[in-house]
C-alpha cells in the first residue's frame, strides 16, 4: 500500500506540474483548446537538442497549430529560439545539417507534442503564468492560420518540385559524397600495410582486380544458367534418340530370332515323324 500510495503521490506531483493554457482557432470560435505545458527536464546530455530550463514542453497541439503559431504565441513570453513539433515525445540529438525539403519532407497528423526552446529560462516560467489569462487566438487578422481549401491549394503548391532547386540540392549532395569517399580512399591508402598498436595490419581490397558491377555480375550468371539447361536438354534428347534406336535394333532381333524358333521347331517337328520300317 505504501509503494502505491507513492506512485500517486508522483503522479499527482506530475499532473500538477502540467499547467493548461487555453487557446481559440479564432475570435469565433466558442469552446477554448487546451495545451498543457511544463518544464522540459531531463538528464544533462540526454537530450542535446533540447536544453533543461530552457525548453518549454507543450502536449496536446492540435494539427493546425504549427511552428509558426506556437513561436507566435509564446513570443511574448521572451524569444523563442525554435520550435520542434513531433508525433511523440522523446530525446532527439542536435541535427549539425539542415534536412531536405525534398526528401526528409514528413507530414504529421493528429494531435502532436512540441518542445519550445527560449534563449533565457525566465521565459519559460512566464510562459506557464499564461494559463491565468484569457484563451490566446491563435489564428488572427496580422496572421491568419490557412484551413479548407485554401491550405489544399498551399500544400500542392508546396509539393511542386522546382527542377533547379532540386538539381542544385543533389549536386552539393553528390559533390559531398564524392569528397567523403576520396577522404576515405586517402586514409586507406595511408594506413596500408601499417601495423596498429597491437601489431595487426589492416586487409583492404585495394589493389585487387575490381569486380564486375551487381547487375552485370547478375545477368552473367542468368546466362550461364541458360547455358547449362540448355546444353542438360541437348544431352536427354541425345540419351532418348539412343535409346530408342537401341531399343527398335532390340526388337528387330527378337523377330529374326523369332523367325529362325519357328523354322527349328518345325524342323523338329517333322523329324518326330513315326516310321515302322
Known amino acids: 500500500s505504501a509503494g502505491k500510495g ?21 475570435e469565433r470560435q466558442r469552446s477554448p483548446h487546451c495545451l498543457l505545458v511544463k518544464e522540459h527536464q531531463v538528464r544533462e546530455g540526454a537530450d542535446t537538442a533540447h536544453p533543461p530550463r530552457r525548453t518549454l514542453f507543450v502536449l496536446n497541439v492540435p494539427p493546425y497549430c504549427g511552428p509558426d503559431s506556437l513561436s507566435r504565441l509564446f513570443s511574448r513570453c521572451g524569444h523563442v529560439q525554435s520550435v520542434d513539433i513531433c508525433d511523440k515525445p522523446g530525446p532527439r540529438e542536435k541535427k549539425d545539417k539542415l534536412t531536405s525539403k525534398f526528401f526528409d519532407h514528413k507530414t504529421l497528423k493528429g494531435f502532436q507534442v512540441a518542445y ?31 484551413t479548407g481549401i485554401s491550405k489544399w491549394i498551399a500544400s500542392y503548391e508546396a509539393s511542386i518540385v522546382d527542377p533547379k532547386e532540386l538539381k542544385a540540392e543533389v549536386d552539393a549532395y553528390m559533390d559531398d559524397y564524392d569528397k567523403k569517399m576520396a577522404e576515405e580512399e586517402a586514409k586507406a591508402a595511408k594506413e596500408e600495410g601499417v601495423p596498429d598498436e597491437e601489431g595487426w595490419v589492416k586487409v583492404t581490397r585495394k589493389g585487387r582486380k575490381p569486380g564486375l558491377p551487381r547487375t552485370e555480375a547478375a545477368n552473367l550468371r542468368v546466362l ?31 523377330r529374326k530370332k523369332f523367325e529362325e524358333d519357328k523354322q527349328r521347331i518345325a524342323l523338329m517337328r517333322a523329324q518326330r515323324k513315326f516310321r515302322p520300317y
Request: charged share 25%; net charge positive.
Open 6 to 26: 507513492a506512485g500517486a503521490a508522483a503522479a499527482s506531483q506530475s499532473c500538477a506540474s502540467l499547467a493548461a493554457l487555453a487557446v481559440k482557432f479564432a
Open 116 to 146: 519550445v526552446v527560449f534563449r533565457k529560462p525566465a521565459a519559460v516560467q512566464a510562459a506557464k503564468a499564461l494559463s491565468q489569462e484569457g484563451p490566446l487566438l491563435i489564428s488572427t487578422e496580422s496572421h491568419p492560420v490557412k
Open 224 to 254: 550461364e544458367k541458360e547455358k547449362q539447361k540448355r546444353a542438360r536438354k541437348e544431352l536427354l534428347n541425345f540419351y532418348a534418340w539412343q535409346h530408342r534406336e537401341t531399343k527398335r535394333e532390340h526388337i528387330a532381333q527378337l
